[in-house]
């Protein structure tokens, strides 16, 4: 099992943020970061939306950072970490440039770039963008395809509905090869499919743990399946989190849980299939207690778990 660094105020979802992280500014992110690498963390990820409808503030709040750009901070402040989204809205932008964003950060970072791609479920955001929220699935489907083609094509070329181009050079590639870790999040058997096709990872955000099994089992046995799925990734406090950001209670994933609690509940992660998880970030003082608490996670959990 690898950990994930749970950066603080990379959100303030009502259901996980505590009250200290609205203090964290980006010049604490960027300290933590290289704090986290020196503990031993292996990613840090950053969550994504771009507007926030008013009516959806209470329980998702306002504050999100653009994936790419954060994660490419993130790569630049440190040396070792990965760096991964959770998630990037794959619809959203014109794949070129995603494409372009993230081989860029890989070739920067020396290949140190996951990327969790989702289609979105915010329909009031697409409708700000005006992407047609009922064509993501569609969308997603061929901008996966478009992006791998120009990761990996010496002559890049794809032919869609959405997207077409021939007769291009693109470069840099990607450091990491055949392409960057695909990896995408959600719980939908279309997630599910074409996590299959085209991804090596796999983030569930709805489906209970003790189904994780079953999922893992399903995308396996698609017949198109790439025979790629190597991560799945659950952080502990997503059972906190319902559909539409609704506030869940379960004491499996509430934070400050005991150090037997935490090794108990990540060995039983494990063996349903999770290759990466996070620990919830609990009711502290401040930045400067939240290193402590890090320490002590890196210093009492990890050994027992890796």
Known sequence: MKLAFAMPHMLELKATMQPWELAVTGADQTALAKWAEKLGFEMIAVPEHHVIPKRHVDLSGPFYFNAYTAMSHFAGATERVRVNSCIAILPAQHPIVTAKALATMDWLSSGRVTITF????????????????????????????????????????????YVSFRDVAFEPKPVQKPHIPVWFGGDANAVLKRTARYAQGWWPFLTKPETIPDKIDFIRSQPDYNGQLADVFYGISTARVGEGHKVQDDPSARPGQTKQEL???????????????????????????????????????MPVIS
């Open 118 to 161: 989702a289609v979105g479920w915010l329909e009031d955001e697409f409708a700000l963008l005006g992407i047609p929220f009922h064509e993501r699935g569609a969308m997603a489907e061929e901008y996966i395809q478009a992006i791998l083609a120009l990761w990996t094509q010496e002559n890049p070329e794809f032919e869609g509905k």
């Open 263 to 301: 090794i108990d509940r990540l060995s039983h992660l494990a063996q349903l299939g999770v290759t990466w998880s996070s620990v919830p970030i609990p009711p502290l003082s401040g930045v400067g207690a939240y290193r402590d608490y890090t320490q002590w996670i890196a210093e009492e959990i």
